[in-house]
């Protein structure tokens, strides 16, 4: 937890012998104090400084106490500084009137009495320590509720976002796709589902190891997300199997353009060292697509259709993309 700074307390006399006896009456106090002669080095004392209390002379030559205090008042940020008024004269009740409207929280009569200075003076230092102590545990509360809530955020994300490639995981992948249900009934809008398997990974696990398929598939990851807009939806549902949700979708043939195109991206080189005398590696991707309403009207039948699709494109030859038969 962040130390509680040591208090000041400004003084203000225009005579130096009062300053000099103020300091020695003083040196009990655990504060730093800070000395003014006159009106205008006090205003800037306060200006520059934080001061736990304010012990401030009224009569004073050109600019008096009521003065400095009134100018201290209408300051925001010196507002809240205490005023104790030191007075040999103004002890009526008018101009004690005058004093408090001019923010003053208390008089003390010269000569001063010094337990009665020390007695007040160790109250308001023991209300400012407080209110500094209740700051930082403000302040340190906070910066905790910010960790806390950065952390929360973390889980969330770890929680529907694969540790691999960053992508949804399966649970978000079905979440939005619950959305884009909901958005096409609700506008009358269409939208596809892409099923989307690496052909050709497997070998990559089994004679590279696993650190190079992880390499691959952040970098499929990376490849599918830049093909798509920031509204669609790319995930990795698990292994090698990636979805997608495309929004607003245009016609059949758009989206067979769109399937091939994903296809030969995926087919380009991924910069994998093989020994000498093996057979190179090759990887492609088969993708089966379902539409809005054509396909289905719940995700379970939309799910269904994208991956038979699938499944039909890759033992068709893979490394092409498929648009699922429409329903009889």
Same mark, same amino acid.
Request: glycine share 8%; charged share 25%.
């Given at each position: 937890m962040t130390?509680?700074?040591k ?13 000099? #006896? ?23 004392a306060c200006i ?8 401030? $002379?009224i ?10 205090? %009134?100018?201290? /008042? ?12 030191? %007075?040999a004269?103004y002890?009526d ?8 409207? #001019? ?5 003390? %009569? ?7 200075l ?7 230092? @023991?209300?400012? /320590? ?11 509360? #906070?910066? *905790?509720n910010?960790?806390?809530q950065?952390?929360?955020?973390a889980?969330? =994300? /770890?929680? =529907? =976002?694969d ?16 959305q884009?249900?909901s958005m ?9 589902v892409?099923?989307?398997?690496i052909?050709g990974?497997?070998p ?5 190891? =696993? $650190?190079?398929? $992880? ?7 990376? *490849? ?7 509204? $669609?939806?790319?995930?990795r549902?698990?292994?090698d ?11 059949p043939? @758009? ?22 005398? @093996? ?11 379902a539409?809005?309403? *054509? ?8 799910l269904?259709?994208a991956d !038979?699709?699938?499944? @039909? ?8 993309a498929?648009?699922? !038969?429409?329903?009889?």
């Open positions: 130390s509680v700074p208090p000041k307390i400004l003084v203000v006399d225009d005579t130096t012998a009062n300053l000099v #006896a103020m300091r020695r009456l003083l040196r009990t106090i655990e504060a730093d104090i800070v000395e003014a002669n006159n009106g205008e080095l006090a205003l800037r520059d400084e934080e001061f736990a209390l304010v012990l401030l $002379d009569n004073m030559p050109g600019m008096d106490g009521f003065e400095v205090a %009134t100018l201290l /008042q209408e300051e925001a940020s010196t507002r809240d500084m205490p005023i104790i008024f030191l %007075t004269a002890g009740d008018v101009s004690r009137l005058k004093g408090y409207g #001019a923010g003053a929280v208390d008089f003390i %009569t010269k000569p001063v009495e010094p337990a009665i020390l007695s007040k003076v160790r109250v308001f230092m @023991e209300l400012y /320590q407080r209110r500094l102590e209740l700051q930082v545990a403000l302040d340190s509360l #906070a910066e *905790r910010v960790e806390l950065a952390a929360q955020q889980l969330q =994300h /770890q929680a =529907h =976002h540790g691999l490639t960053g992508l949804p995981n399966r649970s978000l992948f079905r979440d939005r796709l619950d884009a249900l096409a009934a609700r506008h009358q809008s269409s939208f596809a892409l099923y989307v398997d052909d990974f497997k990559v696990n089994d004679r590279l190891g =696993h $650190d190079a398929g $992880d390499r691959v598939l952040k970098e499929i990851a990376r *490849r599918l997300s830049a093909q798509m807009r920031d509204s $669609d939806t790319v995930a549902l698990g292994g199997e990636f979805a997608i949700i495309a929004n607003d979708v245009g016609q043939d @758009e989206l067979l353009t769109l399937g091939r195109k994903l296809c030969a991206r995926l087919s380009e080189d991924y910069g994998l060292a093989v020994p000498a005398g @093996e057979p190179p590696l090759i990887l492609g991707a088969s993708i089966g697509i539409v809005y309403p *054509r396909h289905g009207l719940d995700a379970e039948t939309l269904h259709a !038979a699709t699938m499944y @039909e494109a890759k033992h068709g030859g893979k490394a092409h498929l648009m699922a !038969a429409s329903p009889t």
